[in-house]
């Protein structure tokens, strides 16, 4: 029961520990309910959480502790196991009567307000207070008095409230403040009473607020959007899956009903995203279940002679017809396809394979190309390896450069929050703090200077925990970093033509770096510049540093490692007449070029077969539209920023004519004899194919095990063993139960009949669940230990690890120094965690919070442009004209303009770039976006 240090490899102290009368070696320090929860014991625990440690508040993990008096006897007293450390020699009894009587009267206590509203609450049945009230054996309320009661708040469109159920556990407000960082959301007393809430109603602004549903041992917080369409835990089909709205691979269980989405929760990765979520991974969901959603095939027909422009708008056909029709179009022509960067490594392969090769192009937009490109230039470099979201908890310093990763990579602002708080200092260390010891932490905490430095060209959200900030433009974060990095080491390239203020931030850095045993350096693709990639890379290697590298979408990097060409080449094929046939994975095109290039498609004679899975301009003026299915439908692998593959499984079975993308290519290729594809039967021979073919992908097959494995002969379950209405749901047609609809992608089958959470493997485990544990507080029982890897093996492999160290990193030349021009303004690309991703703005609530199309500018050049409230600004680049209402944002250098990515109405802007910015007179009666 202990760790090693992936830092130093040296393990823990050990030290011997009795435990109702059995011996135990466990890690010196750790706290006694850590310890037996590690080792099986069941101890009933309320105000603990295995992340936020231990305040002490509920009084509910009572045990008997005995040590020995100065006398030499033998003494005892009731003691809470999350406040004793485990030292040699200690010795609890979590059995002891006296113990057990103290934790059945703190239970009697809690209930004597609490409802009796179990039946009609959201909680039930995955609700650790439940489950804890059962094991001590609380079962008659004898309180016959008047309850305390509170007025519930309106929090917005994610949370609900209903403080009445509140037990002062105080888990709700160290998550939300002490962890996520939030300020709107706090603990208020009067006399007796304690409330949790805000000062007034209104929306939770914290990114991470949704988490406050799983922290949550009661039903005071619960899950606002599953209230539409609501059903209890036993009666959810869930099954592990990735999260599709950014790069980090977040780990999800997405859970169904009646061929519907109704809600995603966490699922444990100790590498990725312990325990948690950001909103838009928790709720950005809704586009599963979307009216637009694609269930039929369409075929818009037109005949060979007609034009481009003649093209019928497309109508519903059977499945065989529509193959059909995209098989005579693509027959005897010269076809591309076009990936995406949000499906599987399966099904941009499977195009790969239809097409060839040499007409396989990336569905990416240019810079993406560029910028996920380099990421894994550097990974190949081998000059050091791609840093995970884990990495962060060894750093002793952290420096972020050019990320504004509350919005790119929202796990990793959490992640570096957490460690903030829990990273050990020098005096904590001296009086013996431990870092389950929340409280004392806290205290100590607010003593420290930060160790987070941070480079951006404008303010984040994480700047308020920082040391140090700066705001420049990227060239000029670029320069520090190699000023940095020759700083270190004089062998690296000077930059030249450093000012005096530069040098002493450049000394600051360097200095931070020399000193630290551990930094991390952040970077990414979301900054636009490669420049400033490869100028972290050669930081890190210099300094010595852990380098985390962040990508935009899902599969970025597992689409770069197949490979294939620039979007715009294929569209410039087009228009030369080099292919007459197109095919395209679900994407938007017009999100990732100028929708002048993109129109350039269909000005053509070019077909054009579209998988998607939701209605968009794309399929609107395709030939052939087939349907494919969303994350929730499909198994798949997925490669994150770091390099992992990790596989993610269906959660629903494809309804109507949907099915799997390479499904679709396999069926197009056995229609035109082509020799690629044939004998796929499920996706472990696609993945098998593309590991052969794809040196690169070496490895893939180990991201999960595959679906022939079973134990005792049986699959994973993906129904929970108390599921109903198997024969309820169809009683109008049939009273005899159906039959289960089969899976041959996967371990997993849609049935209640198979292995339970506890007897999966790692990859495969659908939900948490044990025996007397129904919520989610029961992980630990299918942990190693509190805090340690899932037992049943990984839950997915590396693939960059140790990979082309024989390519050295050139040293990148330094950028020239920013210089802010009249006439032209550098702008750079400003992401919102709610409005950038499209597929999450389906969801009503993270569109409410999405903001409208704007540029902004700082304050200096708001004047110089004599911009007044009210006023829009014409953006002007080649081929590209955008008026939009400007905003004021200080912090962003002068001669930066800042233009959001991804918003609705706001048309593709290639960044960064430059570009000439000038007023427009307040005027209703102009479009919010043009281009």
């Known amino acids: 029961m202990s760790a090693v240090d992936p830092q130093s490899g040296a393990g823990p102290e050990l030290v011997t520990v009795t435990i109702d009368g059995r011996e135990f070696r466990v890690e010196a320090g750790r706290n006694m309910l850590d310890v037996a929860l590690s080792l099986g014991f069941d101890l009933p625990f309320f105000c603990w959480h295995p992340l936020m440690g231990s305040i002490g508040a509920c009084r509910q993990c009572a045990v008997r502790l005995f040590w020995t008096g100065r006398d030499g006897g033998e003494k005892s007293e009731i003691a809470m196991a999350c406040m004793t450390e485990a030292q040699e020699g200690t010795r609890i009894v ?47 309320r ?3 008095g008047l309850k305390r009661t509170f007025r519930n708040q309106d929090l917005g469109p994610f949370v609900t409230h209903e403080l009445n159920r509140c037990i002062t556990c105080y888990r709700c407000t160290r998550l939300y403040n002490d962890y996520a960082g939030g300020h709107d959301f706090g603990v208020f007393g009067l006399r007796n009473q304690v409330y949790f809430g805000r000062e007034t ?89 979307a009216p637009q959603r694609i269930r039929a095939s369409k075929v818009a027909w037109r005949p060979v002679s007609m034009t481009a422009d003649a093209r019928q708008a497309p109508v519903a056909v059977r499945r065989e017809r529509a193959l059909d029709a995209a098989a005579s179009l693509l027959r005897g022509r010269r076809v591309l396809g076009i990936g995406s960067p949000r499906v599987s490594l399966e099904a941009n392969y499977a195009l790969r394979t239809l097409v060839g090769a040499d007409r396989f192009y990336l569905g990416m937009s240019d810079t993406d190309y560029d910028l996920v490109g380099a990421v894994l230039e ?59 010891n929340d ?15 941070i480079a951006t060209s404008h303010a984040t959200k994480l700047d308020e925990v920082a040391g140090e900030t700066w705001r420049a433009a990227p060239a000029d974060i670029a320069r520090l970093a190699l000023a940095a990095a020759h700083e270190l080491d004089p062998a690296a390239a000077e930059v030249a033509d450093l000012r005096d203020d530069e040098r002493e931030r450049v000394g600051r850095w360097a200095g931070a770096l020399r000193a630290g045993r551990r930094p991390l350096i952040v970077c990414g693709a979301a900054n636009g510049s490669p420049a400033l990639l490869r100028a972290a890379a050669t930081l890190a290697a210099t300094s010595g540093s852990a380098l985390l590298l962040t990508v935009p979408e899902p599969n970025s990097l597992g689409l770069r490692l ?42 053509h004679e070019a077909h054009v077969v579209a998988l998607a899975a939701l209605e968009g301009r794309l399929t609107e003026r395709a030939d052939v539209v087939l349907p494919a299915p969303t994350f929730a439908e499909s198994t798949g692998t997925f490669v994150n920023h770091e390099g992992r593959a990790q596989r993610s499984f269906s959660v629903l079975a494809p309804e109507g004519e949907t099915q799997e993308e390479w499904r679709w290519i396999r069926d197009l290729m056995e229609r035109l004899s082509r020799q690629g594809g044939r004998g796929w039967r499920d996706v472990d021979d696609v993945t098998a194919a593309l590991e052969m073919e794809l040196p690169q992908l070496r490895g893939v097959v180990a991201a999960a095990p595959s679906s022939d494995w079973r134990r005792a002969s049986r699959k994973v379950a993906r129904q929970p063993q108390r599921w109903s209405g198997r024969t309820a749901a169809d009683a ?51 942990q190693e230990e509190v805090g340690g890897p899932l037992r049943g093996g990984p839950t997915g492999v590396r693939l960059l690890d140790g990979r082309g160290r024989a390519r050295p990193l050139p040293a990148p030349p330094a950028p020239p120094a920013f210089l802010a021009r009249d006439d032209d303004f550098v702008l750079v690309p400003l992401h919102h965690i709610f409005g950038s991703d499209d597929l999450s703005m389906h969801t009503p609530g993270i569109a409410e919070r999405a903001p409208q199309p704007y540029i902004a500018v700082n304050r200096e050049d708001a004047q110089r442009l004599e911009l007044t409230e009210g006023d829009r600004l014409e953006l002007w680049m080649p081929w590209l004209d955008v008026r939009v209402p400007f905003r004021l944002e200080p912090s962003l250098p002068t001669g930066v303009a800042g233009v959001p990515v991804g918003l609705a109405g706001m048309p593709y802007v290639p960044l960064p770039g430059h570009g000439r910015l000038t007023r427009i007179p307040a005027s209703p009666a102009l479009p919010e976006g043009r281009s």
């Not at 002891?96 to 009796?116: K, W």
């Not at 908890?393 to 796990?411: S, Y």
């Not at 409280?439 to 430095?453: D, M, N, Q, Y």
């Not at 979007?567 to 929708?595: C, K």
């Open 201 to 289: 109603d209104g929306t939770l602004q914290s990114e991470f607020s949704g988490n406050l549903i799983e922290v949550c041992p009661t039903g005071v917080f619960d899950d606002k959007t599953l209230t539409h369409h609501y059903a209890r835990k036993w009666d959810l089909q869930t099954a592990p899956a990735v999260c599709p709205h950014c790069g980090l691979g977040c780990n999800t269980t997405p859970g169904a009903r009646y061929g519907e989405l109704r809600r995603v929760l966490s699922r444990y990765n100790r590498d990725i995203n312990k325990m948690f979520l950001c909103d838009r991974g928790r709720f950005g969901s809704a586009f599963v279940n």
């Open 378 to 436: 550097i990974a190949r470099a081998g000059i050091t390896r791609l840093g995970a979201l884990a990495d962060v908890q060894h750093a002793d310093a952290v420096f972020i450069l050019g990320e504004d990763v509350t919005n790119t990579a929202p796990m990793l602002d959490l992640t570096v929050r957490t460690w903030l708080r829990l990273r050990p200092t020098a005096a904590e260390e001296r009086v013996h703090i431990r870092r389950w």
């Open 94 to 140: 979590v059995v002891d009567e006296e113990a057990v009587r103290f934790r059945a009267r703190m239970i009697e206590l809690m209930m004597m307000s609490h409802p009796h509203d179990c039946p009609v609450c959201d909680e039930g049945g995955e609700c650790h207070l439940q489950d804890m009230t059962v094991m001590t054996g609380h079962a008659y």
């Open 142 to 144: 004898r309180y016959r």
């Open 562 to 603: 197949i490979g294939g060409g620039r979007l715009p080449q294929a569209i410039a094929a087009v228009a030369r007449g080099e292919a007459d046939a197109v095919v395209t994975l679900d994407n938007d095109l017009h999100r990732r070029a100028a929708s002048l290039l993109v129109d350039d498609l269909f000005a």
């Open 439 to 453: 409280a004392a932490i806290g205290r100590a905490k607010r003593r420290e200077p930060s160790p987070l430095w």
């Open 732 to 782: 109008d047609v049939t009273v005899h139960e159906p039959a289960p609809v089969p899976d041959p992608d996967s371990a997993l089958t849609y049935s209640l009949e198979g292995l339970t959470p506890g007897e999966s493997p790692a990859a495969l485990q659908p939900r948490v669940w044990s025996a007397g544990w129904n919520s989610g507080n029961g992980l630990h029982k299918l």
